[in-house]
Antibody
Framework: QVQLVQSGAEVKKPGASVKVSCKAS????????MHWVRQAPGPRLEWMGW????????KYSQKFQGRVTITRDTSANTAYMELSSLISEDTAVYYC?????????????WGQGTLVTVPS | QSVLTQPPSVSGAPGQRVTISCTGS?????????VHWYQQLPGTAPKLLIY???NRPSGVPDRFSGSKSGTSASLAISGLQAEDEADYYC???????????FGTGTKVTAL
């Protein structure tokens, strides 16, 4: 069965960066795209970007462009999301989610979420 | 940024039918992009509930149904159950943003 397992909770100082990992299993990693979505207290969902695990192509939300970097390691079946220049408003749960077989995507499997806290 | 608007909350008695609207614009739903729905139970990750406007993934009960018309979409729950209490989100693609957008979310309560 498809599983996405994310790294543990993080506490970061303002101005720092955070890197969250997402290890996939139960399917051929390079066949699908991996998306990142965050959920701040509120609790709205916000799409951040995606990477196609095969060729490494990425697309980022305009809101996060320049501050987010999504990468993948095909040998480890793992995707990563790095967010830099953190501010308190970046405190949120960050999810990875597998994109459907073809774009435009829906998100058919989700990780358990990683809480990132940036104290003000 | 949320460009899909949902009612903050809906409620109904067990067994009743409730509907959740998702209103977009000419750059997302109105442009012909499909709408998908997710269910988020308290303390858990979102789960795909409806894809491509009206299709249910394997394992989703048939009391959940979706539809789309014009610049809006709807999720219906027929025969509301206590276990359906959750937050529900719609999602689509927006051509002006060149990215994916979620609805504002709706909390469903069984009275």
């Amino acid at each position: 069965q498809v599983q996405l397992v994310q790294s543990g909770a993080e506490v970061k100082k303002p101005g720092a960066s955070v890197k969250v990992s997402c290890k996939a299993s139960g399917y051929t990693f390079t066949t699908y795209a991996m998306h990142w979505v965050r959920q701040a207290p509120g609790p709205r969902l916000e799409w951040m970007g995606w990477i196609h695990a095969d060729n490494g192509n990425t697309k980022y939300s305009q809101k996060f462009q320049g501050r987010v970097t999504i990468t993948r390691d095909t040998s480890a079946n793992t995707a990563y999301m790095e967010l830099s220049s953190l501010i308190s408003e970046d405190t949120a749960v960050y999810y990875c989610a597998r994109g459907s077989a073809a774009a435009p995507y829906y998100l058919d499997y989700w990780g358990q979420g990683t809480l990132v806290t940036v104290p003000s | 940024q949320s460009v899909l608007t949902q009612p903050p909350s809906v409620s109904g008695a067990p067994g009743q039918r409730v509907t959740i609207s998702c209103t977009g614009s000419s750059s997302n739903i109105g442009a012909g992009y499909d709408v998908h729905w997710y269910q988020q139970l308290p303390g858990t990750a979102p789960k795909l509930l409806i894809y491509d406007n009206s299709n249910r993934p394997s394992g989703v009960p048939d009391r959940f149904s979706g539809s789309k018309s014009g610049t809006s979409a709807s999720l219906a729950i027929s025969g509301l159950q206590a276990e359906d209490e959750a937050d529900y989100y719609c999602q689509s693609y927006d051509s002006s943003l060149s990215g994916y957008v979620f609805g504002t979310g709706t909390k469903v309560t069984a009275l």
